[in-house]
């Protein structure tokens, strides 16, 4: 991940209409579910002293004083981003199981939905940055699901807490410096200024740093507001971002050899044995939102279908235990009916269904490995 933008990848893991033209209305509210409690504000001395040292280094790179007291009014030291920091799990998940998280039907289907209502913004910011208008849905789609999980974790609270913590201290320091160079200039409050533990931000999910450099005043209102439930500006954003990172207007990011891949470009297969695809440039550029090639494809591919486009036509190979996606849905299907709810049937057997197939073992008197088997498959029945 390009640390630049944003330091992890939350989409899966997390988006004046009418000053555009041809308005289609406003989001509903994101729900602001209650913070659990360890990221709730807890008294913390260490903190507090640290907040003290910074005020003065704030002041010294030109910040108002006023403006870091009200910033920091009612922030506090939240124990649960720094529980989050240390704790990452580093993991690679197959771009089989990537896609059918990034383009699931669902997610498919509300892409559509939103891309039919907020068409006339999207094709305005088409014509003014050339970045298509299903491409900037899908960045929307895969970092916020479309706005409705753009996070509510206050950022001067969460950036300052990592920034104390001192694991990445010097770069949590600079996305405090930049949030509230962001709350100085008018662009939001302290108070509307939310988003996830690691501090990125809005529809689509920029830190601090990548908000100044790339975000735009879309409506015309005088201020960058990327946490309106209007989403204007930070699909905006989002094109000025992939635009001022090289893309090239009228070419596509490639697609799949045999389906949809354009006929120049360079070929690549993310996992062995599975389809194959032709990418262009513009390819490099949505990696240079977020530096994955599993990012990349899913979001030319769930913008392929947002158009319009079909599903990915390659097979993929088996897994480590040779299981096909069709026999992953089954196992989740028969484990879900016997009572062993895996939280949905999608293919992927993330920590829900593994906890659903230890769960069952321990039951039967097996080991609860949480690993899949074809035996397991076949025990539960047609």
Not at 84 to 102: G, H, P, V, W
Request: one cysteine or more; hydrophobic letters at 35%; charged letters at 20%.
């Amino acid at each position: 991940m390009r640390i630049s933008r944003r330091i992890f990848m939350g989409g899966v893991a997390a988006s004046g209409l009418a000053a555009c033209g041809g308005g289609a209305g406003r989001l509903s509210p994101v729900s602001r579910d209650p913070l659990p409690d360890d990221l709730r504000p807890v008294p913390n001395a260490g903190w507090s002293a640290w907040v003290d040292g910074f005020r003065g280094r704030a002041a010294s790179q030109g910040l108002s004083p006023e403006v870091v007291a009200r910033s920091f009014r009612g922030a506090g030291y939240l124990p649960g981003v720094v529980e989050r920091d240390r704790n990452q799990t580093e993991f690679t998940r197959s771009l089989e199981d990537y896609l059918a998280i990034a383009a699931s039907e669902e997610k498919v289907a509300t892409g559509r939905r939103m891309y039919g209502q907020y068409r006339p913004t999207l094709d305005a910011i088409e014509a003014r940055y050339g970045v298509p208008a299903n491409v900037v849905a899908a960045i929307w789609g895969l970092e916020s699901n479309y706005g409705s999980r753009r996070g509510n974790i206050p950022i001067v609270s969460s950036t300052s807490t990592l920034a104390y913590d001192g694991r990445r201290g010097q770069f949590f320091e600079s996305q405090l410096l930049a949030a509230l160079r962001i709350i100085e200039r008018g662009d939001t409050t302290p108070e509307n200024m939310v988003g996830s533990w690691a501090g990125a931000m809005g529809h689509t999910q920029f830190i601090p740093t990548s908000y100044q450099a790339f975000a735009v005043d879309f409506t015309g209102d005088g201020r960058r507001d990327i946490w309106a439930d209007d989403p204007s500006d930070a699909l905006a954003s989002t094109a000025a971002y992939l635009s001022r990172s090289g893309w090239q207007r009228g070419m596509s990011w490639g697609g799949e050899v045999g389906v949809s891949a354009p006929a120049s470009g360079s070929a690549i297969t993310p996992q062995p044995g599975g389809p194959t695809f032709r990418v262009t440039r513009n390819f490099d550029a949505i990696k240079r939102y977020n530096n994955s090639t599993n990012y990349a494809i899913g979001v030319g591919h769930l913008s392929d279908r947002i158009a319009g486009g079909p599903p990915i036509r390659a097979s993929f190979p088996p897994d480590r235990y040779g299981f096909t996606k069709d026999m992953r849905e089954d196992l989740q299907r028969r484990l879900t009916r016997a009572g062993y709810d895996t939280q949905g049937t999608d293919g992927v057997l993330g920590p829900n269904s593994r906890t659903a197939i230890a769960a069952y073992q321990g039951a039967r008197g097996l080991p609860p490995t949480g690993d899949p088997s074809v035996a397991l498959l076949n025990s539960l029945g047609g």
